[in-house]
């Protein structure tokens, strides 16, 4: 009969105190394209890292059938070995190795213990072409942006000719344009077989690509159904386990005078010495407004956001908050003065891995509980209780290790550690990123509430859906300069495109005209 | 979700952390004691008690350098440096005061240019503390010619040679000192900002906390606290020697680690530090009274060392790797 390409049946797995899977169950026809769709903390992750050995065969209960067969994997190069290939949602690459080293990072062509470089690197550029990345590969990977390293853990993928894809939010770093493009190659392997795995927190992005769903939710699986009968709806309700009666929680509510300036901000190129990567930029933000910035990767968005809050390099640039000139040197500088800053990778600065919540929430206002510099324990607990409670983060207590929590979770955290001290202006650099569905709502709706008592809101996002839907007013920002500002009522996704690649266009047009 | 209010979770963790090498301290010594009771005699013990002081000063300070995630190869040399400073100053007929005075002074000098060029020149510590353990060394030989300082008077001997009932003034100091560093990292901003810093720089510069202060001031307390013992070795010896301290760098970032704190920092504690550092001071009488020969002495420690950090290593990956 149909005999699937890989079947998991039956899957249980514990941890001490927690059953993270309970008799899970999946299949996969040659050619299909599954999406695993779920909060954070659902199982996905669990399930991936069983399928990949990561989980060896005895720490979990039920079987992994390859072809009908039953296979035992204890460790990654087992399932590497049935064609399983992975590509995590964190990007794992080597900076100082040159572009093809990574793409066969561990299984170089070799002949009697000798590297075959000249292969190498021809193999490489047809992968790389595969992938859609045109760069050389004997480049070293620190040169690659975010993005083109993705790309690049993809062709590093297809090296192993694998006949299973598993692929893990592999679209948090891309910008709309690297998605599609991605999702191009995925549409070529099918057509030559090759089945994948996608797990997704993008549902716009899993009904354009999937052939079928499935849901999972706190260890279970909910609902597997064809694209073609599937509801979005239904697909969320699955995943959170109630109604969202609107994704987008956003509230018309007046918006008051202008009050913070930015003027002139320019930013040195990071790599490039000779290049400005933000180029004079000014703007003002209102009162109880929520300023969207978009732009592709690589416009300047972040450093243009860092660069205001101290966070970064400015090599001029004034700001001013009710008219008055503000000295921000370091973040210390920008918190004073009531900034608050979400950076983009949560892992990178956003909170102390090591610390629990209650120190992560009060990091940022030691003042608040401390008196000349004595920390006063009960209100440093009271205050991170209040938090913990106010958004809903899910832990066991306020002294659980941040490494333990899920993505969404430490995101809350970083978000409490905000708004515990009191910001005028919050700057929210790619909030949602990582994270799932439920959380993602808790967090507009806390954008909601900040805006209602008067705080302003700077928000940063690839998700343009979200940009549109939580903004009332959106700057365009292209290769270091803002292309486009676009008030809540005129902003579709079309204009915010033409105005991203505006300034790339322009650029092209001067060279030429030289 | 419902969870017992008493106990934390990371103390009790913590806890069991330090039980763990306190067991292990516990036998050694009843192993050792029941081999040879001399172990247990009050003259042993005394001893005992007096050395880990010595190492448990300097011990306390390099927590907090670990904690930050960093590392000061310099204190062996600050104790040599605030011995002779010390010396110096009284046999030039200083107040006993002004000479401990001097002798702190120049030694946490030694740590405040440690943190101020890590941080101005971002140069990894173990490469500016390798650079200043020399010059500090070579400051105390210049300072001595080599020779050592004698006499002292015994206002200044009663430091390291005086007893309070019984017990050596050292081993009070060394008491209080922990505590002070104990209550610092847990009860100011100051001993947060130290354990943030380790766990992760970029998040806690982001959160505003002045992170090159607080380096700065990390090296200064480390260098402070072996300063201490460089002037306690002077008064325990009524000498100051130009080789005092030598190597030491190294018995006290092993009991640290020994202790549990971690090299990756961010996590650690001085009651582990003081558990560490008895283990090493009473590892070596153990193997003294149990005759073992003093060539093995060393691949004991190093086994030791491996064992510990590899336990500890183990601990952590089986701890963030538990959730999918």
Known sequence: MNQPLLEMKNITKNFPGVTALKEVGIQLQRGEILAIVGENGAGKSTLMKILSGSYPAESYNGDILIDGEKKQFNNPHDSETEGIAMIYQEISTHLDLSVAENIFLGCWPRKNGRILWGKMYEDSVKLLNIAGLDVNPRQTVRELSTSQQQLLCIAAALSRNPRILVLDEPTSALTEKESARLFEILHRLKNDGIASLLISHKLDEVFAISDRITVLRDGCKISTCTISEAKMETIVSDMVGREISEMYPKEEIPIGDYFFNIQNVTVPHPYNPGKNILRSVSFSLRKGEILGIAGLVGSGRSELVNAIFGNGPKSSGKIFLNNKLLDISTPRDAIRHGLALVTEDRKVDGFVGVLNVRENTTLASLGKISRRGRLIKNSEKKEADKWFKKLKVKAPDIETILDSLSGGNQQKVVLSKWLMSEPQILILDEPTRGIDVGAKYEIYRIMTNLVKKGISIIMISSELQELISMSDRILVLSDGVITGELNRDETTPELIMHYATAGKQEEQEIVKNV | ?324
């Open chain 2, 1 to 324: 979700m419902k969870t017992d209010k008493g106990t934390p979770s990371r103390f009790r963790g913590h806890h069991f952390r330090e039980l763990g090498i306190f067991i292990s301290l516990v036998v050694i010594c009843t192993v050792t004691g029941i081999i040879n009771p001399i172990f247990f005699s009050f003259d042993n013990i005394v001893d005992l008690m007096r050395s880990t002081s010595f190492t448990l000063i300097v011990a306390v300070g390099m927590t907090y350098v670990l904690l930050s995630a960093g590392l000061d190869l310099s204190v062996g040399s600050i104790i040599g440096l605030s011995g002779i400073v010390t010396g110096w100053a009284l046999v030039a007929e200083w107040p006993v005061f002004f000479a401990i005075l001097l002798g702190l002074g120049a030694g946490t000098l030694v740590g405040l240019l440690n943190g101020s060029i890590i941080v101005k020149f971002r140069i990894p510590p173990l490469i500016v503390t390798l650079g200043t353990m020399y010059i500090a060394r070579g400051f105390v030989y210049v300072i001595s010619q080599g020779r050592p300082f004698y006499p002292f008077p015994d206002s200044f001997k009663i430091l390291g040679q005086g007893v309070i009932l019984r017990i050596p003034i050292a081993v009070y100091l060394a008491l209080i000192v922990s505590f002070i560093g104990h209550w610092i990292l847990r009860n100011t901003v100051f001993g947060r900002s130290v354990f943030a810093l380790g766990g992760n720089e970029e998040a806690s510069r982001t959160a505003g906390i002045p992170t090159k202060r607080v380096k700065i001031g990390i090296y200064a307390i480390s260098a402070f606290a072996a300063s201490i013992t460089g002037i306690l070795m002077a008064s325990r010896l009524s000498s100051s020697q130009a080789g005092a301290g030598t190597g030491w760098e190294m018995t006290v970032i092993a009991s640290v680690i020994i202790g549990g704190t971690s090299l990756f920092g961010g996590s650690g504690s001085i009651l582990g530090t003081a558990i560490g550092a008895a283990i090493m001071t009473v590892l070596t009488n153990a193997m003294v009274l149990m005759r073992v020969s003093v060539f093995w002495q060393k691949i004991v420690v190093g086994v030791i060392i491996i064992v510990a950090v590899g336990v500890d290593t183990h601990r952590r990956n089986r701890l963030s790797g538990s959730r999918g």
